[in-house]
Every structure is written in structure tokens, then in C-alpha cells.
């Protein structure tokens, strides 16, 4: 399968505690980006990358959130002292330059 | 501010109908307009995209209508089919921009 790929598909921890997700892009693509998608909501922008560079963050990136891409090919997204209000999917997508593929998201539960 | 609105909600429609699901937008540096299809659990796949420098494009059963002057666009499902049943975002994308900017999506349920 050459789609973009996420792992866990599926993480349920407590509050308080840190998680941390990875992305793996299309191969030959180098503009990754997160998203979070909240039920019966549209997905909303988080944070950007082209290449290994991070170039543009949303304002619903509060200081517990961390993203990175070390080598511009996978990503990881670290989400420290969860709340509860972290539930959600958390979405990926690369693109070459304009459209953007979508992976199948990692659904976070925050009890 | 929702920069893309969509509507309606929800609709239903009967196996060999069409479903139409409207979008509109604010910002003019909006360039770039794809159509979304999400199944419950799933990310969304993308559908069909299009330009303004085009007033229509279609794609099998598929047909996005664009009007440029009154910052709207639509997609069109022809022939709807149960297996068409899923939720249905529409984006935007400025040029040269990072981020799409979502509708708030639209459930489409066939009938059979």
C-alpha cells in the first residue's frame, strides 16, 4: 500500500498522561501535514511541514502539543498531559503541492 | 470565522436520485476547491477538485459547478447509490497556502 499510513489507529489513554502518533507520507511527497477532526466536525489545520521544516502552526497548538518530521519523510505527533479535550481523530496528509492525501487517522480517547 | 460554509447538513435521497451538496466562500485567495468522502472511521478520500478558471468539472457520477463572481461551488452525486452514503467535505485551499480550510460537511444517506 503506497497511501499515507498512521499508527496506532486507535489509542485510549488517562488524563494527564503523553502520547505520541506517527505518520508515514506518501513517498515521494514532501509537504506532511496534521489535522484534528472532532465529531461531526470538519477536519482543522494543526501544523504544516515541508521537508523537515515546520513551517506554519494553528493557534489550537497549545505548548502541550509537538510535532516533528526529523528526516522529512515520517512524522511524529506528541501530545503531553492530555485532557479530555484531546479526544479526537487526528488526521495526517502529504501532498507533492496542492491536493492533499489523507491517511486513516488516529483516534484518540482521553478518559 | 467559517470561511467555508456548507449546506445543507444532511439530506437523504432515494438509489438513482441525485444529491447536491452546496459550499460558499468569503476568502478570494481561495484557489483551489476539493470535494471530500469520509466513512465513519475512516480519513477522508478525496473525491474530485477544481479551479476557478473552470465553471464545471466531472468525474464519473461526479460533477463540481463553480461560480466564480458569487464565491460559491457545489457537487453534484448523479445516479446516488447506497454505497454513495458517507459524509461529504468540501475545502478550500489559498495559493500557495498550507491548509485547507474545511466546510462543516454534509451526512448523505441513499435509500435503497
Known amino acids: 500500500d503506497t497511501g499515507v499510513s498512521q499508527d496506532p489507529r486507535h489509542k485510549i489513554t488517562k488524563r494527564g498522561q503523553n502520547v505520541t502518533f506517527r505518520c508515514d507520507p506518501i513517498?515521494?511527497?514532501?509537504?506532511l501535514y496534521w489535522y484534528r477532526q472532532t465529531l461531526g466536525q470538519g477536519p482543522e489545520f494543526l501544523t504544516y511541514f515541508q521537508n523537515e521544516a515546520q513551517l506554519e502552526k494553528s493557534r489550537l497548538l497549545s505548548d502541550r502539543f509537538s510535532a516533528e518530521r526529523p528526516k522529512g519523510s515520517f512524522s511524529t505527533l506528541e501530545i503531553q498531559r492530555t485532557e479530555q479535550g484531546d479526544s479526537a481523530m487526528y488526521l495526517c496528509?502529504?501532498?507533492?503541492?496542492?491536493?492533499?492525501?489523507f491517511g486513516p487517522g488516529t483516534r484518540l480517547t482521553v478518559l | 470565522q467559517q470561511q467555508v460554509k456548507q449546506s445543507p447538513q444532511s439530506l437523504i435521497v432515494q438509489k438513482g436520485g441525485i444529491s447536491i451538496i452546496n459550499c460558499a466562500y468569503e476568502?478570494?485567495?481561495?484557489?483551489?476547491f476539493p470535494w471530500y468522502q469520509q466513512f465513519p472511521g475512516k480519513g477522508p478520500a478525496l473525491l474530485i477538485a477544481i479551479r476557478p478558471d473552470v465553471s464545471e468539472k466531472k468525474e464519473g457520477r461526479f460533477t463540481i459547478s463553480f461560480n466564480k463572481s458569487a464565491k460559491q461551488f457545489s457537487l453534484h452525486i448523479m445516479d446516488s447509490q447506497p454505497g454513495d452514503s458517507a459524509t461529504y467535505f468540501c475545502?478550500?485551499?489559498?495559493?500557495?497556502?498550507?491548509?485547507?480550510?474545511f466546510g462543516g460537511g454534509t451526512r448523505v444517506l441513499v435509500k435503497p
Open positions: 475545502a478550500a485551499l489559498k495559493a500557495a497556502g498550507n491548509k485547507l480550510t
Open positions: 476568502n478570494t485567495a481561495f484557489d483551489y
Open positions: 513517498s515521494e511527497h514532501n509537504r
Open positions: 496528509a502529504s501532498s507533492p503541492l496542492d491536493t492533499q492525501y
